[in-house]
């Protein structure tokens, strides 16, 4: 089944993707524009994301309305912890991506928060002027080096990604995460595989919490939250690929002028 | 005598300063939050905020405008009773859609920052809507038509860079596509949105 579904990813992938390298950013905004990005499955995409919306109701939104009215000192210990475990898998992408200096500062704010901060619940190093940088995947890394998308995918439980990142994420379970390695691959008996499935699953509660409001919001509001959902993923992607918050032609002035004029 | 001095003197004020008078967008941004604001505060049902916060946005949202981009190039195949139809129908969805959003917060505390002039046409004003304790802070950017320059209106929100005309626009062409390009669906989905 497993194998089954990884042959038609990557077919999905090398299908739509294209494997030129691109160091330009105007090409790289252009390939990974939400509206380039087509939705090979969507019938299959929309029941998944059923699935998950309706798992949503039942357990992640239940535990995230509890966890949001938890003490602030504690949400923010289990956010640091988080991102600080984050850090093991964006310093080899910052490497990857040719960002030294990112990868330096994100090593000195992984050593100072595991240490001094007590496993990361404290930044410490934000204090100490090591800004948090954005976090960095083996996705974003192939989308530097030329890679599209592929196809839009909902994956179950895990939601929206694309062909390229689901692929880049296998690289987690085979090395890339030394997270994953130490929990999972290795027997360290300091720390199991429960440890690192926890940490999955709380990201995922933390997430819905910080975003309660936004996405009961979005739903209510939406006239097709799939496609809501699907939009603001996708731009939120190109962003991170880009590394800016900047805003990133949100608008075709030549659609506006068309408007104006009629 | 008296009287006719004021009106001459209101006459010569309005004149001389009227043609000059430009609103400038960080301010309009600033006055749209500060009325929105005192609606969020005031201790009203949620449907009277939302009645209350449909007429700021009917004065400083360029609803038409954001109702034919979002429809993208299907508005060039419309014929006119069928543009007319859409525009009422937006409308009313987008009202709907933007005061309750909106009327969901209480007491919101929103940043004006900075403002960045793209062209003659457009301002980006930099806004921050602060931590509530339970959420970090937001980066709403608006971007803002100034080509009239005594009537700026929104023409979309960036919310931690993620475009809402944007959002909408691909909302539209999803609900397009799955029923074949049948401009009727949209008008369906709109008028369903508006009536619930």
């Not at chain 1, 809501?228 to 608008?251: A, C, E, G, H, M």
């Not at chain 2, 939050?33 to 009645?51: C, F, G, T, V």
């Not at chain 2, 799955?178 to 008008?187: A, C, E, M, Q």
Request: glycine share 6%; with cysteine.
């Amino acid at each position: 089944m497993y194998k089954k579904l990884l042959i038609i990813l990557i077919t999905t992938f090398a299908l739509t993707s294209n494997l030129s390298a691109s160091s330009d950013g105007e090409l790289l905004l252009k390939k990974n524009e939400p509206t380039e990005v087509k939705d090979c499955f969507e019938k299959l995409n929309r029941a998944t994301f059923a699935f998950n919306n309706a798992l949503d109701g039942i357990l992640f939104k239940p535990v995230a309305s509890v966890y949001r009215v938890l003490p602030s000192p504690v949400r923010s210990g289990v956010s640091n912890s988080l991102d600080n475990l984050s850090n093991l898998v964006t310093i080899p992408n910052n490497i990857l991506q040719g960002e030294f200096k990112k990868a330096g500062v994100n090593t000195g704010r992984l050593l100072l928060n595991s240490t001094i901060g007590i496993f990361g619940l404290v930044d410490v190093a934000t204090y100490m002027g090591l800004e948090e940088y954005e976090k960095e995947d083996y996705g974003q890394s192939l989308a530097k080096h030329g890679v599209g998308p592929g196809c839009y995918i909902v994956l179950p439980v895990l939601g929206p990604s694309t062909a390229r990142d689901t692929v880049a994420s296998t690289l987690n379970f085979l090395g890339g995460d030394p997270w994953y390695n130490v929990t999972v691959r290795t027997d360290t008996h300091y720390v199991s595989h429960e440890d690192y499935y926890a940490s999955k699953v709380t990201g995922g509660v933390d997430f819905r919490a910080k975003n309660y409001n936004s996405i009961e919001n979005l739903k209510e509001n939406s006239v097709d939250f799939y496609a809501s959902v699907k939009s603001l993923y996708l731009q939120d992607r190109q962003q991170k690929i880009l590394n800016s918050k900047k805003i990133i032609s949100t608008q075709d002035d030549s659609d506006w002028e068309e408007i104006d004029n009629n | 005598m008296k009287l006719n001095k004021a009106l001459i003197s209101i006459i010569i004020f309005f004149t001389t300063f009227a043609n000059a008078y430009s609103m400038d967008a960080e301010v309009f941004v600033q006055s749209t939050i500060n009325r929105a604001s005192e609606i969020l505060n005031e201790n009203i049902s949620k449907q009277e905020k939302m009645d209350k916060l449909k007429i700021v946005a009917k004065e400083t949202v360029d609803i038409k405008g954001i109702g034919f981009y979002t429809l993208g190039s299907v508005r060039k195949t419309l014929d006119g009773s069928q543009k007319s139809e859409y525009s009422k129908l937006f409308e009313r969805y987008f009202l709907k859609s933007f005061s309750s959003r909106l009327a969901e917060y209480s007491n919101p505390e929103i940043d004006v920052n900075s403002k960045e002039v793209l062209n003659e046409n457009y301002t980006i004003v930099n806004s921050i809507l602060k931590s509530d304790g339970q959420r970090p802070d937001i980066k709403i950017d608006w971007r803002i038509y100034t080509k009239k320059k005594d009537s700026p209106l929104i023409r979309d929100l960036i919310i931690e860079g993620l475009s809402l005309a944007r959002t909408q626009k691909e909302e539209f062409a999803s609900i397009l596509n799955t029923n074949n390009g049948d401009i009727n669906s949209l008008f369906q989905a709109l008028d369903t949105f508006a009536k619930n």
